[in-house]
T-cell receptor, first 114, second 112 residues
Framework: DAGVTQSPTHLIKTRGQQVTLRCSPK?????VSWYQQALGQGPQFIFQ???????QRGNFPDRFSGHQFPNYSSELNVNALLLGDSALYLC?????????????FGSGTQLSVL | QQQVKQSPQSLIVQKGGIPIINCAYE??????FPWYQQFPGKGPALLIA?????SEKKEGRFTISFNKSAKQFSLHIMDSQPGDSATYFC???????????FGTGTSLTVIP
């Protein structure tokens, strides 16, 4: 049983570019959350998708957007990249959107913005 | 921004020692308190969790102690092993919420 899978594992972009990160949730899970983890910090919630809709959003600008597909996989898009967007982007999946204690994380995509 | 204070930032112990990591929170609406373990190059993985209706929970070598009145909880690792060397994060979840608030992490090194 595959866990949460993310692609790519590493990515290098330059300022102003746009990036798309991808996530496939754990089998049986229908909810995907995205977190940003800056170096030396804990993960910070970006947003959550359930039933192909954004259900909740953290304190991130609208340069960060997402999408969920009918097969529950998800994409995170970041436009107009800034140096400060360099971080590990984590996808987490769960069953149901509310009070989902069992949160499973992928290994993340390491984004470097030059 | 939810206030989550985790300490210490880093910790070095000898094999067999008992590292203790502490977390303090401000929002009393939280009612689920997990600890996550993260190895380099990997995402966080749930280690152990507690609800505020109990003061202590043990799972194997890992123990959470919870002090609701002080709004603090701690992770104890008994008989620590070099394989426990990782970064540990406390986290919080509100009853009606669907986002976790994470601490800043503690880097643990267990020396053989």
């Amino acid at each position: 049983d595959a866990g949460v899978t993310q692609s790519p594992t590493h990515l290098i972009k330059t300022r102003g570019q746009q990036v798309t990160l991808r996530c496939s949730p754990k089998s049986g899970h229908d909810t995907v959350s995205w977190y940003q983890q800056a170096l030396g910090q804990g993960p910070q919630f970006i947003f959550q998708y359930y039933e192909e809709e954004e259900r909740q959003r953290g304190n991130f600008p609208d340069r960060f957007s997402g999408h969920q597909f009918p097969n529950y996989s998800s994409e995170l898009n970041v436009n107009a990249l800034l140096l400060g967007d360099s971080a590990l982007y984590l996808c987490a999946s769960s069953s149901g959107p509310i009070f989902n204690e069992k949160l499973f994380f992928g290994s993340g995509t390491q984004l470097s913005v030059l | 921004q939810q206030q989550v204070k985790q300490s210490p930032q880093s910790l070095i112990v000898q094999k067999g020692g008992i590292p203790i990591i502490n977390c303090a929170y401000e929002n009393t609406a939280f009612d689920y308190f997990p600890w996550y373990q993260q190895f380099p190059g990997k995402g966080p993985a749930l280690l152990i969790a507690i609800r505020p209706d109990v003061s202590e929970k043990k799972e194997g070598r890992f123990t959470i102690s919870f002090n609701k009145s002080a709004k603090q909880f701690s992770l104890h690792i008994m008989d620590s092993q070099p394989g426990d060397s990782a970064t540990y994060f406390c986290a919080f979840l509100r009853p009606t919420g669907n986002q976790f608030y994470f601490g800043t992490g503690t880097s643990l090194t267990v020396i053989p």
